[in-house]
């Protein structure tokens, strides 16, 4: 077996009835009482996980199992890599982007190690990080891309520019509605779609509205969105607008954010699914002309860029969009804006 080789078949007992009888360092309660411990710690690293890495892990794992059905439940992570290498990626039309693969390998280890207790060797998925980083290196040398790459930041003077083209009709009311409470919330696709209208309320105190995000993959919560110092780009005026166009009979259960017919621009019952709410960014972005290409994650990014430039701590951001306490991936956000901010060339040049 090389040192990237990852049975997944054998028991932790079979392993251990196989191998050969070692002294036992301690006496068996000690024994016993140092395994519970070691199972008690597992299980406190693991409830403590994001909902979102959990359930990655839970995908990697998944395909790691794929792929070893097509080699008769036998491979190995190197191997493991290559086949992730040629899989579809989310979006149609894409490969599976080298983070991802990244992701899945790391996946793959601590589902092993933490859950199934598999013993692996030290520096295990070394080999097949070798082989992704040389991939990655022929990839960029041959200017290709793979996945979505990263999505870039919808910034308050996009906003701008895109509530100055932006149609006087319902479907301009709505998706400036949109485009603003998506930043607010600093949301996900899929959690704008699933919001109701029961989920959008006014403040007791008419400080500006409270949106019960109660579908997330990320963390369920309510977030406060207080009215904006900028008139036109307001979410709160801004929901108003569109909850209006609603209608007073609105059934509090049905989307917050709907379909409009294309010709009569009437509301239609259906409710813009994640895909849909993607896609309204990407038209909008396209019509204003901007520098950027909108997808479904710009404005999450976004309120991180503008907020981290507003001098807000990260534990702000952190809750408004539902990040797990000192996130790598909300803090990469910030950091990556403050290349000017911090820089070794102030007071050089």
């Excluded at 917050?256 to 239609?268: S, Y």
Aim: hydrophobic share 40%; net charge positive.
């Amino acid at each position: 077996m090389t040192n990237t080789d990852l049975p997944v078949t054998a028991s932790t007992t079979d392993r251990q009835t196989a191998a050969a009888a070692r002294p036992a360092p301690f006496d068996a309660a000690t024994a016993a009482r140092l395994d519970q411990l070691d199972r008690e710690a597992t299980a406190h690293v693991d409830d403590n996980r994001p909902d979102k890495t959990r359930k990655g892990y839970s995908a990697d794992w998944k395909a790691w199992l794929r792929f070893c059905a097509e080699k008769n439940l036998t491979g190995t992570l190197v191997a493991f890599v290559e086949w992730c290498w040629r899989q579809p990626g989310q979006r149609r039309g894409t490969l599976t982007a080298p983070s991802t693969i990244d992701r899945r390998v790391t996946g793959v280890v601590v589902t092993a190690r933490c859950q199934l207790k598999l013993q692996l060797q030290e520096g295990i998925a070394e080999e097949a990080r070798a082989l992704l980083k040389a991939k990655v290196k022929q990839m960029e040398k041959d200017g290709a891309s793979r996945g979505n790459g990263s999505a870039d930041a919808l910034l308050v003077r996009h906003m701008e520019k895109v509530a100055a083209t932006l149609p006087g009709n319902r479907f301009g009311t709505r998706d400036l509605s949109l485009m603003t409470l998506h930043f607010a919330i600093a949301g996900h696709e899929h959690e704008l779609a699933w919001l109701r209208l029961r989920d959008v309320t006014e403040d007791p105190e008419g400080r500006g509205l409270v949106v019960d995000v109660r579908v997330s993959k990320v963390k369920p919560r309510k977030v406060a969105v207080p009215f904006g110092s900028r008139a036109h780009l307001c979410p709160v005026r801004a929901w108003r607008r569109w909850r209006d166009e609603l209608g007073p009979n609105a059934d509090p259960d049905s989307f917050a954010f709907r379909a409009l017919h294309n010709r009569w621009h009437t509301v239609l019952p259906k409710g813009l699914d994640p895909e849909s709410v993607g896609d309204v960014l990407e038209r909008i972005g396209a019509r204003a002309d901007l520098d950027i290409r909108l997808t479904g994650h710009s404005p999450r990014r976004g309120l991180v860029t503008e907020s981290s430039r507003a001098g807000n701590p990260d534990a702000v951001m952190e809750k408004q969009g539902g990040w797990a306490p000192g996130s790598k991936v909300m803090r990469r956000y910030r950091e990556e804006d403050e290349a000017f901010k911090e820089n070794a060339l102030h007071g050089v040049l």
